[in-house]
């Protein structure tokens, strides 16, 4: 999705994404050389600045400045482009809101929820482009997204004695696959006839190739069994399969 702002002149500007739309210190001089374009981001999470790292979800500004090569003077009525490759900016169900003077432009109220690698790309008519890099990582580990892999609808079997394999997806609440070995799994196993729940005996942790928490389990006894999932303890698990041992 393109955004173009009214803009001035053809010379240098300088493009800084910010998680805020706080103002950033610009430098007072330009380059003596041929105008360029300079892309900077800076990104505000929590209390520490990460370049081109942003949460799924999170809310974030871009700052487009145009500056007057030799004398760092911010010049009005160049048209500004705004391209974010492989997507849109707020999946496409809003405006950015745009404010700004004196040369000065910030597309405030921006969000991606697809965790991926994207390149923005800001585009000055008649002079040229510059481009950067963005990361979007998953948001935090969500309960009612995270799933079980390689798990048919209706359920699976197996026979008493064997080795059951179960794979967990860890997902963020807009879908994305988390693989982070820090993720805190607990899968149990809830007996229907009897109520009786308990543990995996085994959690082989985070396989590093597919991103999966694997784990295994022996069962002693025939029946039907909920596999259910949980973060902590404390919670309670949420069912995410069926399970019969014959």
């Known amino acids: ?46 209390q520490e600045y990460e370049t081109e790292t942003v949460t799924a979800g999170d809310i974030f500004s871009i700052e487009v400045t145009v500056m007057e090569k030799n004398d760092s003077i911010r010049v009005e009525g160049v048209e500004i482009e ?46 040229g482009e510059e481009s950067t890099n963005l990361t979007i990582e998953p948001a935090e580990a969500d309960i009612g997204r995270t799933k079980l892999v390689d798990w048919a609808e209706n359920g699976e079997s197996g026979s008493v004695d064997d080795e059951i394999e179960i794979k967990v997806q860890v997902n963020d609440r807009y879908g994305n696959h988390r693989k982070d070995e820090d993720d805190t799994v607990i899968v149990t196993f809830v007996k229907t006839d009897t109520n009786s729940d308990f543990k995996a005996t085994t ?8 991103g999966y928490h694997i784990f295994r389990h022996k069962f002693g006894d025939s029946g039907i069994y909920s596999v259910n999932i949980k973060f902590n303890e404390n919670q309670q698990g949420q069912p995410k399969g069926t399970l019969e041992i014959i």
Do not use: W
């Not at 707020?90 to 969000?111: A, H, M, Q, W, Y």
């Open 203 to 210: 959690h082989e942790g985070l396989d590093d190739e597919s």
């Open 82 to 127: 705004l391209d974010l490759n492989d997507g849109e900016f707020n999946d496409g169900n809003s405006e950015p809101d745009v404010t700004g003077s004196d040369g000065k432009k910030i597309f405030d109220g921006l969000k991606i929820e697809k965790a991926q690698e994207y390149n923005i790309s800001v585009t000055a008519k008649d002079i």
């Open 1 to 46: 999705m393109k955004q173009i702002v009214p803009f001035l002149l053809l010379f240098a500007f300088t493009a800084t994404l910010l998680h805020s739309c706080k103002d950033v210190d610009m430098p007072t001089t330009a380059p003596p050389e041929e105008a360029e374009f300079v892309v900077e981001m800076r990104i505000l999470q929590g």
